[in-house]
């Protein structure tokens, strides 16, 4: 008798017994086990003596006995394996007795171990449970408009500050959030660029807008009067949407740009700077133990910022409300397309919302001969277009193939529903 271990789990239902034609002396009496991967085991016993149907000789005794010799090194192979806490999926019972738990046996060192499974994206961070908050990024620190945005587009989302736009692209990225709410627009102060370009490095998509009004507040430490401010402090765009209101008051102080409205007052708060007064949100004001000298100090009062919302994923769009679809695209020879894209939107009845041109930053500068003065220098741009439409519609859809067919760069950064929340001018948002 011998017998060959192996790494599967042992199969007693394959023990067969293989006989003789009847009438044939019995010669061989063979058990062979037969399971996967190179088991098997063969007890074998011959005598020509013999006689199979007849008296049952000493032949036979013995390929009993070695049968049950043989049944005894399993099932106490078996025990073994189920005292390490092993199991065999799919065998339930055996000759009407249950299984006991069978693991592999360890492979012979010619065989590889196994590979550890790879990590997938989702053991990094994974997506919030079911009733769990939004982890919405933002930039700036707690009380700036942008996480009031985050708080507007996500109820009761939790909201996480990042001291730079591109901390909130990569925040989404590395699944540490899983929005973020960036401004893209000011009314006033007109487009914010850095998140134009930050749109093209990154590969978020824009799944949505929200539309917040800004209310703008001089703030300074309690008991601080006018007459003792020597500067002002914020955001280079409350800086320039206040300057008007500012020397009406008679502020002719230094107005210095910090990153950010809340991160205006938070500094003054921490550094007990009663000399400088900040332009942030009441919100911050509160937050910060500031007092409001004065209350909406925006020259205009139609003084909106317009967010948008950014995902790893896109959505799907659909037909059913109104829907804003945003690109970005180029050309190799420049401007002289950018009728020809823009027509393929009016031909379809398709309103523009807004265009931007930023440069290309990489080939900035075009150079183009000219008989008259040698070579002729032309800046190069990325043109970003929002228009009204989503790619569900088939007039969309008609639209990009023949932009497309201009423009040798073409990229849909998303398209998501439109803001239709009303808004009244001179709200006051806190």
């Not at 948008?308 to 896109?314: G, N």
Request: charged letters at 20%; hydrophobic letters at 40%; one cysteine or more.
């Amino acid at each position: 008798m011998k017998s060959i271990t192996s790494s599967s789990p042992l199969d007693l239902k394959s023990m067969t017994r293989i006989a003789p034609p009847p009438g044939l002396g019995l010669t061989h009496h063979r058990v062979v086990v037969v399971v996967p991967r190179r088991l098997f085991i063969q007890c074998v016993n011959a005598n020509s003596n013999s006689t199979y149907g007849g008296h049952v000789g000493r032949a036979r005794h013995e390929w009993q006995s070695a049968c049950a010799i043989l049944a005894s090194k399993v099932v106490s192979q078996q025990q073994d394996t189920e005292k390490s806490g092993g199991g065999a999926d799919g065998l339930s019972a055996v000759n009407g007795h249950p299984t006991l738990g069978l693991v592999p046996v360890k492979e012979s060192s010619s065989y590889p171990a196994p590979l550890p499974k790879p990590l997938s994206i989702t053991d990094l961070s994974p997506a919030p449970m079911h009733g769990s908050p939004l982890r919405v990024a933002y930039q700036g620190v707690p009380g700036a408009y942008s996480e009031a945005a985050a708080g507007k587009a996500y109820p009761n989302c939790e909201a996480i500050p990042c001291d730079q736009f591109e901390v909130a692209f990569q925040a989404v990225e590395l699944w540490i959030a899983d929005r973020a709410v960036l401004p893209v627009e000011n009314s006033l102060g007109g487009s914010i660029h850095r998140n134009y370009d930050l749109l093209l490095r990154h590969r978020l998509h824009i799944v949505g807008e929200v539309q917040l009004p800004v209310h703008h507040c001089l703030l300074a430490l309690p008991g601080v009067r006018k007459d003792y401010l020597t500067r002002v402090i914020s955001h280079p765009q409350a800086l320039s949407q206040c300057e008007h209101t500012l020397t009406k008051m008679g502020l002719n102080v230094a107005r210095e740009a910090v990153d950010d409205t809340a991160g205006a007052a938070e500094y003054i708060a921490m550094n007990n700077l009663r000399d400088t007064a900040a332009i942030a949100s009441a919100r911050a004001a509160e937050l910060y133990g500031m007092q409001i000298l004065a209350d909406g100090i925006q020259d205009d009062s139609g003084n909106v910022t317009r967010f948008v919302m950014l995902a790893r994923e896109p959505i799907i769009p659909r037909t059913d409300r109104p829907f804003k679809t945003s690109i970005v695209f180029a050309h190799d020879k420049g401007t002289s397309v950018l009728f020809k894209v823009l027509s393929a939107f009016a031909f379809r009845n398709i309103s523009l919302t807004k265009i931007e041109s930023r440069p290309h930053r990489n080939r900035p500068i075009r150079l183009v001969d000219d008989a008259n003065v040698g070579t002729a220098k032309h800046f190069e741009y990325m043109f970003y277009v929002d228009f009204e439409a989503s790619l569900a519609e088939a007039r969309a859809q008609n639209a990009l193939a023949e932009v497309q067919e201009f423009t040798s760069f073409l990229r849909v950064l998303g398209s998501y529903p439109m803001d239709m929340t009303p808004w009244t001018p001179s709200s006051r948002h806190d």
